[in-house]
T-cell receptor, first 113, second 110 residues
Framework: EPEVTQTPSHQVTQMGQEVILRCVPISNHLYFYWYRQILGQKVEFLVSFYNNEISEKSEIFDDQFSVERPDGSNFTLKIRSTKLEDSAMYFCASKRQGNGEQYFGPGTRLTVT | GQQVMQIPQYQHVQEGEDFTTYCNSSTTLSNIQWYKQRPGGHPVFLIQLVKSGEVKKQKRLTFQFGEAKKNSSLHITATQTTDVGTYFC??????????FGAGTILRVKS
């Protein structure tokens, strides 16, 4: 069964450094998402991406964040200058149709020290 | 902004007992989805409800969407140890943004 994959599974970085989290959505899916989940808390929407552009973003998704679909398969989240409070699990998700179910990847645990 | 409240935060039941979690949105939803997240895992889609008053069943799980499309519930009959995890509702008002509830952690004693 096709699945969303994410790399790395765990990333440790120093405050102020840039990180890129990578996702490979399911191949025939058209909508892509990033969410984050701080340990023990709820899943928070960051951004949605469709037709090669951001369709929605949350207030969390400030100028420090950016997303890119550099080729036909990868979907990346970049954090330019990480802060301690960026430490969280970051989930990528994709879906085929506008009103369909979202498939989540296994997540990347980001630890900012 | 839009908020989705979910209660209870935590429920610990004896195996075989029933379990219910409730969601309430501050605004009318176009649809609501339910996800299950096992400890250390990622959210896994369970179901989507779209119509006012809709009720859907998946084996021992029953999902309801309120008439006003502002609240929803998930009921598990006769819980099993495999039901453990966190159950999240996620509501959509419009567009692609899903707003997740805080989740209900279910623990089942055998």
């Amino acid at each position: 069964e096709p699945e969303v994959t994410q790399t790395p599974s765990h990333q440790v970085t120093q405050m102020g450094q840039e990180v890129i989290l990578r996702c490979v959505p399911i191949s025939n899916h058209l909508y892509f998402y990033w969410y984050r989940q701080i340990l023990g808390q709820k899943v928070e929407f960051l951004v949605s991406f469709y037709n090669n552009e951001i369709s929605e973003k949350s207030e969390i998704f400030d100028d420090q964040f950016s997303v890119e679909r550099p080729d036909g398969s990868n979907f990346t989240l970049k954090i330019r200058s990480t802060k301690l409070e960026d430490s969280a699990m970051y989930f990528c998700a994709s879906k085929r149709q506008g009103n369909g179910e979202q498939y989540f990847g296994p997540g990347t645990r980001l630890t900012v020290t | 902004g839009q908020q989705v409240m979910q209660i209870p935060q935590y429920q610990h039941v004896q195996e075989g007992e029933d379990f219910t979690t409730y969601c309430n949105s501050s605004t009318t939803l176009s649809n609501i989805q339910w996800y299950k997240q096992r400890p250390g895992g990622h959210p896994v889609f369970l179901i989507q409800l779209v119509k006012s008053g809709e009720v859907k069943k998946q084996k021992r799980l029953t999902f309801q969407f309120g008439e006003a499309k502002k609240n929803s519930s998930l009921h598990i009959t006769a819980t099993q140890t495999t039901d453990v995890g966190t159950y999240f509702c996620a509501g959509r008002v419009y567009g692609n943004k899903l707003v997740f509830g805080a989740g209900t952690i279910l623990r089942v004693k055998s």
